[in-house]
């Protein structure tokens, strides 16, 4: 069943060109006979990644990382997961029907502490609340009209960092379709090794 587009937070450019895609040309098509299986993946990580997880990794790994934004909570889906994802649903979907591909939930302050098990560099200790996020936000939407800010400090990306939840329940991709993502800590190993090999860095 479709969800209505009224119930959708549009937060991200992605969120907005996603909902376009979904409402304005799979729907449609869906209902004009196309046998269309729609996959809907959480976050993406893993090598080869250029969105602004990898941002923050890389902050991270470089101690360049103060705070991070409390409760932001995310279904991590390794890029190799999500590919299959795909693969499994244009394979054994049934058309009309959505499968959401994400992966194992965790907050982005969990996800920090796994790093800080499997590299040794501290996870930032500094959590800022949803409130002054949005604040934050709001300030940095007023600069922007007038000054160019690195991406990871737009108006936009601190929005979506304010206390904001990326969350989707995969029971039904790993029931009809045998999807099964690997586990958090798995991925991020491997993730983290490969980012910190291009920076030059010892791998423990």
Do not use: C
């Not at 795909?86 to 939930?105: F, V």
């Amino acid at each position: 069943m479709s969800i209505p587009p009224k119930r959708v937070a549009i937060l991200y450019a992605s969120d907005r060109s996603g909902a376009g895609a979904r409402y304005k040309v799979a729907d449609p098509l869906i209902a004009a006979g196309l046998p269309l299986a729609i996959v809907l993946p959480g976050v993406v990580y893993g090598p080869g990644d250029t969105s602004s997880v990898r941002t923050t990794i890389r902050q991270y790994l470089r101690s360049k990382l103060p705070a991070i934004p409390a409760r932001t909570d995310f279904s991590w889906a390794h890029v190799e997961d999500i590919a299959h994802g795909h693969i499994l649903a244009m394979e054994a979907g049934k058309p009309g029907e959505n499968y959401i591909i994400a992966g194992p939930e965790h907050t982005l302050m969990d996800a920090l502490e796994i790093a800080e098990g499997i590299t040794g560099i501290p996870a930032p200790r500094l959590h800022i609340p949803p409130v002054a996020m949005k604040g934050v936000a709001a300030m940095m939407g007023i600069m922007e009209k007038t000054l160019s800010v690195p991406p990871n400090y737009s108006a936009e990306y601190l929005r979506v960092g304010a206390g904001t939840t990326y969350i989707g329940d995969n029971t039904k991709a790993r029931r009809e379709l045998g999807y099964a993502p690997r586990p958090l800590e798995e991925g991020l190993r491997e993730t983290l090794h490969h980012e910190m090999t291009l920076l030059g860095m010892p791998i423990p």
